[in-house]
């Protein structure tokens, strides 16, 4: 994302006019559908631990299907927050837009990979185990908990830039987008990466496990134990020795158990 930023904090004000509002507003009806439909996908497909899914490929082709739609995930991801991916998402829009809209395109672009991959996964009509009784209540209060912990560490770390919402609204008010500071408040004083953590949380406490949900929640866990590590080597370029101050002071991913006594 810091890519992102100094891609739009050297631009100049976009023209003014009704196109300009125009290309916001649609941008930003997309963006949050995208969203939306993201969200509601990732949750249902979960809960059911990938079990049910619009996904139909005959198998063994199944198994490669669904691993090129885990894959496409993490790499597009991390492409598009390099430079190199900063400069095709200014490509995304009308030329006088694409760099203010960076953010908002690049929030549809995940939010359609997510779609794709928890809508379309082909599921292996196999199932471990499903939770019945006290046990599922039990595990249907931690599943939503997870995703309160999401909620509120994205909100943490800047909902406008999380959402996407920061360059159509900054579009429709001709201004340039000005994105938060280093989160370190809220969940960020526990652990650093309390967003990656929470996404993690949210395919581990499922109430159904097959061998989909497992395989997923290996390679998406996985993804967000290591991903964060570039995250952070472009904090410490932007930010220095006050990121290096608070990498001392905080946890990467597992909050520190303190002793009574300090």
């Known amino acids: 994302m810091l890519k992102l930023i100094d891609l739009v904090m050297g631009l100049r004000r976009s023209p003014p006019g009704a196109a300009r509002i125009t290309t916001a507003v649609l941008y930003g009806i997309v963006c949050h559908v995208a969203f939306f439909l993201a969200v ?20 063994p082709w199944s198994v490669l299907a669904n691993l090129a739609l885990v894959i496409q995930f993490p790499l597009t991801h991390s492409l598009l927050l390099s430079r190199r991916g900063g400069q095709i998402l200014a490509k995304m829009a009308p030329r006088a837009f694409g760099p203010t809209l960076a953010t908002t395109t690049y929030a549809i672009i995940a939010s359609l990979q997510l779609f794709a991959l928890f809508v379309f996964w082909t599921p292996s009509g196999i199932i471990w185990w499903q939770a019945e009784g006290s046990v599922f209540i039990v595990l249907c209060g931690l599943y939503g908990l997870s995703w309160v912990l999401l909620a509120w560490s994205s909100y943490d770390a800047g909902a406008e830039v999380q959402s996407g919402a920061l360059g159509w609204m900054s579009l429709a008010q001709n201004i340039k987008p000005v994105f938060p500071d280093m989160p370190t408040t809220g969940l960020f004083r526990i652990i650093r990466q309390p967003i990656y953590v929470s996404f993690a949380l949210t395919t581990w406490t499922v109430p159904a496990w097959t061998p989909d949900q497992f395989c997923l929640a290996i390679a998406l866990t996985a993804y967000c134990l290591m991903a964060p590590r570039l995250k952070e080597r472009r904090f410490a370029k932007r930010y220095g020795s ?12 597992f909050p520190r158990i303190r002793s009574p006594n300090g």
């Open 40 to 59: 509601t996908a990732m949750i249902c497909a979960m809960f059911w631990g990938m079990s049910e899914s619009l996904g139909r490929v005959a198998a």
């Open 242 to 253: 006050r990121f290096e101050a608070y990498r001392h002071d905080v946890p990467y991913a």
